[in-house]
């Protein structure tokens, strides 16, 4: 049964992702139909036809999304909906950049104390909303949603108004000391020329961590119950207010540390002072979905938007102008965010028939 | 139920990020097109402007600046996909009517009228790698001559110039370096920076030679080109008060410390222009939209643009202290094409080569004449004008003697 | 041949297929002119299914419909009402913010000039209520109302359509007592006009009181129709379930030694703002190891808020509650769930199960924390399943895929069972059930009947909530009765009857508090 869920899972998404092509396709075909069909090409293999950098990059977009995909989508295996995810990140990211700034003494450590700043600052911004739905009852959308406001107006006043981190003449922030950047671990010797790093192995390992603590511990067990069903849990003596609370601090470590991850990538990127949430956090709902939030689903599905993105920057070879190039991405994404619906679709047809079945199994039961 | 609730939100909320995600580019922007929507400028929103792409590219008429974002179509159905002639921008819009437009609109000049393939690529997103990425896909698309828009780019520049030594490279408004400054041009390469300050002195000068006595200045960060902007409007306004033997000229004088659209920008140029100030040079990016939100609130309350004419953005708009951005991407393009390419050196575009200036086609001025704009114009060429554009300076240790400058702290 | 043309209804061969089930395996239902017929099945026995193929929402594969001796193909529900054939449906189809006239109006409006014109549509409404004696107030709004009236408000839906076939599908399971026998006397003044009536149901007494003749589904199968009046409980049961079945509890005389639970001056506040009465008003009573006490009442007297404060799901506002001598007032839930309380709660989807977990995951929902099944924070998932696989042997779950299968496919009364299971198996001193048959068949209330005496016999305590005053009669040693959150009287019930029973459920009467 459980193998049929899950194929039901896979496949839902998997029909999410061809629609989203055709649409893609429909609107390629719309923009320019000379070149449609190379179009299309192009963003289905764009990254695999220019070599391992092509690769390497997928890698490197997709490590950041995995992130802020998990984060979203643990807390939504546990009934929190994550929208806070923009704030951890660029709370992590701060983090991140102001230990890569300052604490260079550190040396060969530098870039793993760094992480570990973004994941316990992240945890701490996640768990504000947390808190407040706890013992307030507030809605954890609505305080998610304000953490995110808060969080990027503080870090770009934190940044702004302190000239160790501030770089003035480029409104953004410094340059993190070389020892912060994430190691590459051999990955600049695969895929050569790309920005791709150990992040990339990070993401994957809190992928699996992510995916033990959801099934094999009673902690990932107690999650899971209040996240199908609160008041069940409550009945069966879950501590309810403690479980929101670290069940949101999890969601902010893994976006704190998706943030960390970007802005060490040593490709040059900087926490710009303007009044934008962070992208990566909203596809991380997208990944969220598209992955069905299990984890290894969103490992995948960080790959595939990632690739997709990719696919669409190689498209500027041919002739279609960068906004077409974003809305069909945009849509392609949209589209595959939808797989969840499919699968609520699909699942409900077959409850039907399974209640059925179930009727007569337990009629039949009872012949004796 | 709670669980489909909640995917529902989720969806929802990818909606909404996916508009977000359009909006980002262009942060300032969106408040631009909405002022235009009504004057009636060629400005569609983004989206727009490429969702009719496909339909009407061949309808596009020359002398309408946003086409730009069509040409690539144009080219398209007779070059190759690739072009020689590419402009690599980031993360904003081609029609952003800063850097990217202006830039854009040297190259499609040269284009047209040379008949070279031309097109532009976006960074997928704002780091040096992607920069460096974008810049390589576009010699991959079979790239000759790149030119990249902004300061952003001098470290990218810095990392191609020598790995690409056939591509020539033009960088707007910067000079090539690394992650640690040190600078360094390669012979494919051409930096252009301008010379601010003769064009805020321009703008200075034809404000108060208009009739304008209450001036203000609104830059965004203390950055030295905001600065010498400011320093050279100062100087033009007193360089014509004591031409015309005026006393009681005022500058308010403040940077708002971003180059966004704030509201607490649009109070405080509202406030300016409630307690007399007749024109406001808005020397800042967005800054720009917040001073004209508010002069058009006001009345009678009157703009200055900065670094491209942005008269189409709004009525209030009477002239602009122009960086000739296409003009001077047109002449290195040129250059490169006629053999005059000078790399290895930064080319200074100020007065003496028209690389700053006011559009007087375009200003909106009472009585300040052309003859008026080219005799002072011939001055600074001929260097009877000296601008003090020391950016280290205090407002105080400029030495001016008619204007009055109250700087708002 | 001759006695066709009383039939008002026929389905003939009935035979209705899902994917891999038949539901409806060749029945035939044959209604006469003004009888009340009772259909009579377990949950899942096809009864549903066979309704919706009369009112037009399934299509059979075999078989044919004559309605009035003339055979018909009803496509949907509209034909079905053109027909003059009705149905009250288990959940209510009512618009909540709309006035009671407006509801049975709605989709039959009168107009004039495009406007609505009730006035006549009023008119009609009354004298339909008056002629059958269904009170309604035509002006309330629909929340505000008793489910009771909702009822009516149903039935008057299909009078005013002219119906005259009416379809009751399970029309009892949300009336209290006195609703039902109002219920049952609103059947009867139908018929006598003429009408005639399908009752769906699964309770014998009801059929007894009710019905002129019964016919009986089991497993999609047609089983046969009898006289209701020459036949008894027994032998209906025994036709529906297939075996005999013992409607009677036997048990033992309760032998209670030492008290358990001791609830001394429980107040329970209300949390609505605006409502200055307490929900449960200075309650005290004792539990003895090896007796079954019952709190009797009509619903929404405090039932609920009680068996809560008990079990820590809400805070007492006053008050004490002790478990072997141990206060347990302010403890946790876990503490108390892990210091001898055992809960079957009156919601089993809301709170008994955690319906996308698996059944064993579901078994181990109250002590999976524990050593057994859990090491340095990793489930140990051969225990959780080797004992699943114990109690599903023990308490007979059946459920399609063992282990593995989701609480959400199993049917309401294996759901039941491994609540049941659970609470009884895990270690406890006393057991809190509320309304632990509340929807299910016969055969699954005698199995909980028997396991909750045995729980008994074995020395726990038994806290038993219920709603069903046969269930209250037959089960419990003593009664509380609440009402409006006070314990009104303490009743044996071998020496009370069950209208003395609803004189206090009522309030109309007070004893000594328990």
């Known amino acids: 049964m459980k193998k049929k869920r899950d194929s039901i899972g896979f496949l839902s998404s998997l029909f999410a992702i061809v629609v989203g092509l055709l649409v893609g396709l429909v609107i390629l075909l719309i923009s320019n139909p000379s070149q449609a069909a190379a179009g299309f090409i192009t963003i289905l293999t764009g990254p695999l036809t220019h070599g391992s950098k092509g690769v390497g990059q997928v890698f490197y977009y997709a490590t950041p999304i995995i992130l802020t995909g998990l984060s979203v989508g643990f807390a939504f295996k546990t009934g929190l909906f994550n929208i806070g995810a923009p704030g951890q990140f660029i709370v992590g990211a701060f983090a991140a950049v102001v230990v890569g700034i ?45 953490t995110n406001y808060i969080g990027m107006y503080m870090v770009n006043y934190l940044i702004s108004t302190n000239k160790s981190l501030y770089d003035k003449i480029y409104n953004y922030s410094k340059n993190v000391a070389g020892t912060a950047n994430i190691p590459k671990m051999g990955l600049d010797v695969i895929f050569e020329g790309s920005s791709v790093n150990g992040g990339f192995f990070i993401a994957v390992a809190a992928a699996a961590v992510i995916f033990i603590l959801l099934e094999k511990t009673t902690f990932g067990y107690e999650l899971k119950a209040a996240g199908f069903n609160k008041d069940a849990s409550r009945y069966a003596g879950m501590n309810e207010k403690r479980n929101i609370i670290l069940s949101m601090a999890i969601a902010g470590a893994l976006s704190g540390i998706a943030g960390a991850l970007l802005y060490l990538a040593g490709s040059g990127k900087h926490i710009e002072i303007a009044d934008v949430l962070a992208g990566e956090g909203f596809t991380g709902i997208s990944v969220a979905l598209l992955g069905l939030s299990n984890p290894v689903g969103v490992l995948l599905a960080g790959i595939f938007i990632a690739y997709i993105t990719a696919g669409g920057f190689y498209l500027q070879l041919l002739n279609f102008s960068t906004e077409i190039i974003d809305v069909i991405i945009a849509v392609i994404i949209y589209f595959s965010a939808f797989s969840l619906f499919v699968r609520v679709f699909i699942s409900g047809l077959r409850r039907k028939r399974e209640e059925h079945a179930a009727g007569g199994k337990g009629e039949g039961g009872k012949k004796e | 139920m709670k669980k489909r609730v909640i995917s529902l939100l989720m969806a929802a909320a990818v909606t909404a990020s996916l508009f977000a995600g359009c909006g980002n580019g262009d942060a300032g922007k969106d408040n631009s097109a909405e002022q235009n929507a009504d004057a009636g400028n060629d400005s569609n929103a983004d989206q727009n402007a490429g969702a009719d792409q496909g339909d009407d590219a061949g309808a596009a008429d020359a002398g309408n600046a946003v086409d730009g974002t069509e040409a690539p179509a144009d080219n398209g159905a007779g070059s190759a996909d690739g ?116 064009a805020g002195f321009l703008a200075g000068y034809a404000a108060v030679k208009d009739g304008y006595t209450k001036l203000g200045f609104m830059g965004g960060m203390a950055l030295p080109a905001v600065i010498r902007y400011g320093y050279g409007f100062l100087a033009g306004a007193d360089y014509a008060a004591t031409e015309m033997g005026v006393d009681g000229v005022e500058v308010t004088y403040y940077y708002t410390g971003s180059f966004d659209a704030t509201p607490e920008a649009q109070t405080m140029a509202a406030s300016w222009y409630q307690a007399g100030t007749e024109v406001i040079f808005a020397c800042g990016g967005s800054v720009g939209n917040s001073v004209m939100a508010a002069a058009e609130a006001a009345d009678n309350a009157k703009v200055i643009g900065v670094d491209v004419d942005q008269s189409s953005e709004s009525d209030t708009v009477i002239t602009s202290a122009m960086k000739m951005l296409s003009n001077s991407v047109y002449d290195a393009v040129k250059s490169v094409y006629d053999g005059s390419f000078k790399g290895g050196e930064t080319a ?62 | 041949m001759e006695a066709r043309m009383d039939y008002i209804i026929e389905m003939l061969d009935i035979t209705k297929e899902f994917p891999g089930i038949i539901a409806n395996d060749h029945i035939t239902l044959q209604l006469k002119k003004g009888e009340i017929h009772a259909l009579l099945g377990e949950n899942g026995a096809g009864k549903s299914t066979l309704m919706s193929v009369l009112f037009g929402l399934y299509q059979p594969e075999g078989g044919c419909i004559r309605v009035r001796g003339k055979e018909v193909k009803i496509n949907n529900p509209l034909d079905a009402n053109a027909l003059g054939i009705g149905m009250v449906h288990q959940h209510f189809k009512l618009v909540h913010n709309f006035t009671v006239l407006q509801n049975i109006v709605l989709g039959k409006e009168d107009t004039k000039n495009g406007l609505l014109e009730m006035k006549a549509a009023r008119k009609k409404v009354m004298e339909l209520s008056e002629k059958y004696h269904l009170s309604v107030e035509p002006d309330a709004v629909i929340s505000d109302i008793t489910v009771g009236m909702q009822q009516r408000v149903e039935i008057l839906k299909m009078l005013y359509r002219d119906n005259d076939i009416l379809i009751f599908d399970e029309p009892t399971a949300v009336l209290t007592p006195q609703e039902i026998d109002e219920l049952m006397n609103i059947m009867r003044e139908l018929v006598s006009e003429g009408k005639s009536i399908i009752f769906i149901t699964h309770k014998l007494n009801e059929i007894k ?21 020459g036949t008894d409980r027994e032998a ?139 090491s340095r924070g990793f489930i140990r998932r051969d225990a959780v399943h080797s004992y699943a696989e114990k109690l599903i042997q023990k308490f007979d779950i059946r459920s399609g895929q063992g282990t593995a299968t989701k609480a959400r496919s199993m049917s309401g009364g294996n759901q039941q069972k491994a609540i049941i299971a659970r609470e009884l198996t895990k270690k406890h001193e006393l057991l809190v059930a509320v309304q632990p048959t509340r929807g299910l068949d016969v055969g699954a209330i005698e199995f909980i009947h028997k396991e909750i005496i045995k729980e008994r016999d074995a020395g726990a305590a038994v806290l038993l909530v219920s709603l069903e005053l046969e269930e209250v009669m037959n089960l419990s040693d003593r009664i509380l009765v609440l009402y409006e959150g006070e314990i009104v009287g303490q009743l044996d019930p071998k020496k009370t009857t069950v209208q003395e029973l609803g004189l206090y459920m009522a309030g109309s009467r007070r004893g000594e508090a328990g």
């Open chain 1, 102 to 146: 300052k604490c260079g003494f550190l040396g060969g450590i530098h870039w793993l104390v760094a992480l570990l700043a973004a994941m316990i600052a992240g945890a701490l911004w996640g768990a504000i909303p947390g808190l407040v739905k706890a013992y307030f009852n507030v809605n954890e959308v609505i305080a998610c949603i304000m």
């Open chain 2, 83 to 198: 072009a020689e002639l590419a402009l690599v921008i980031d993360v904003g819009t081609i029609d952003d009517k800063s850097f990217n437009q202006g830039s854009w609109e040297g190259i499609q000049q040269y284009a047209e009228e040379n008949g070279v393939s031309s097109k532009y690529y976006k960074s997928a997103e704002a780091t040096t790698d992607a920069f460096v990425e974008t810049i390589e896909l576009a010699i991959e698309g079979g790239a000759k001559t790149i030119v990249c828009p902004g300061f952003l780019f001098e470290e990218p520049i810095f990392k191609v110039q020598g790995q690409y030594p056939d591509v020539h490279f033009v960088l707007v408004d910067g000079e090539p370096h690394d992650a640690d400054y040190n600078y360094e041009t390669a012979q494919n390469t051409m930096p252009i920076l301008y010379q601010e300050d003769e």
């Open chain 3, 209 to 229: 009181a009710v019905a002129n003749r019964c016919s009986v589904l089991r497993r999609g199968r047609y089983i046969g129709t009898v006289d209701v009046a």
């Open chain 2, 348 to 409: 200074v575009f100020n007065a003496s080569n028209d690389g700053v200036g006011l559009p007087m086609a375009g200003s909106k001025f009472q009585t300040f004449t052309q003859a008026d704009y080219d005799a002072v114009f011939a001055k600074i060429v001929s260097g009877e004008i000296k601008i003090n554009n020391d950016v280290e300076k205090e407002v105080s240790d400029l030495g001016l003697t008619k204007v009055t400058v109250k700087e708002v702290q």
């Open chain 3, 236 to 374: 209906l049961s025994e036709m529906m379930v297939g075996h005999k079945v013992q409607l009677t509890v036997e048990k033992e005389e309760a032998k209670p030694s030492g008290v358990v639970l001791a609830v001394n001056g429980l107040v329970v506040k209300s949390k609505k703002q605006g409502h200055t009465r307490d929900i449960i008003r200075n309650v005290t009573f004792q539990v003895q190891r090896g007796e079954i006490v019952c709190i009797a009442g009509i619903d929404g007297n405090g039932q609920t808020e009680l068996v809560e404060a008990v079990t820590g799901m809400i805070k007492a506002d006053g008050g004490s509650i002790s478990v072997k001598g141990e206060d347990i007032t302010k403890k946790s839930i876990r503490y108390r769930n892990t210091h001898g309380m055992s809960h079957i709660p009156e919601d089993r989807h809301k709170h008994g199960l955690v319906l996308d977990y698996s059944l064993e995951e579901n078994l181990v929902l109250q002590d999976y924390f524990e050593p057994q099944f859990q």
